[in-house]
Structure formats: C-alpha cells, structure tokens
Nanobody, 115 residues
Framework: QVQLVESGGGLVQAGGSLRLSCVAS????????MGWYRQAPGKQRGLVAT???????NYADSVKGRFTISRDNAKNTVYLEMNSLKPEDTAVYYC?????????WGKGTLVTVSS
C-alpha cells in the first residue's frame, strides 16, 4: 500500500520561504514520477511541480523560478522548496504519485502566505 505523508506547511509572510516534504512508503520515489499539487479555497486542485525517475522536472508557470522540486532517494522523500512566496500561493499542498495504474495522494499540508 502506497502512503504519502506531507509536512512543512505553515504561516509565512509574503516574500518568505518554506520547504515541504513528502515521505513515501510502499513505493520508491527514485523510480516513479512524484508531484506536488495545490488547492486554494474555492478552486480546483492544480499541478505545482513534478519530478520523474530521470530527475526531469516540470513546473506550473505561476511558480517557475520560485519553487524547486527535488528528491532524496536515500530518505525516499520528495521536497518542494518555495521561495518568494505570494499570498496567491496560499493553498493546501498535496503530494501525488501514480503507481500500477492507481493515483495516490497524501492528506495535504496547509500553506498560508500573509500580505
């Protein structure tokens, strides 16, 4: 059973930084594509960033140049480094993977950016 557990969210002022972590069990982050998504109040969940097994990365236009996705294979963990945060980055951030034909999501971690 794949489980994803996020942490690292919190309250930060605009312009600040946070690092989110996603610890995976039941799968190996080095051989699967891992992703971060977010859902703001009243909005649909959307892609933030992904990292493939070959370490290719993809970012939503709104976070390019500010966010960085990475992984630590030894810790089976994926990170999202978020810099220059804006109030519009406020959302619940979810870790995601797709394994053996099934989508798996973490429970999410709340990021609140105050102006």
């Amino acid at each position: 059973q794949v489980q994803l557990v996020e942490s690292g969210g919190g309250l930060v002022q605009a312009g600040g930084s946070l690092r989110l972590s996603c610890v995976a069990s039941g799968t190996i982050v080095s051989i699967t594509t891992m992703g971060w998504y977010r859902q703001a109040p009243g909005k649909q969940r959307g892609l933030v960033a992904t990292i493939t097994s070959g370490r290719s990365t993809n970012y939503a236009d709104s976070v390019k140049g500010r966010f960085t996705i990475s992984r630590d294979n030894a810790k089976n963990t994926v990170y999202l480094e978020m810099n220059s945060l804006k109030p519009e980055d406020t959302a619940v951030y979810y870790c995601h993977t797709f394994v053996n034909g099934m989508h798996y999501w973490g429970k999410g971690t709340l990021v609140t950016v105050s102006s």
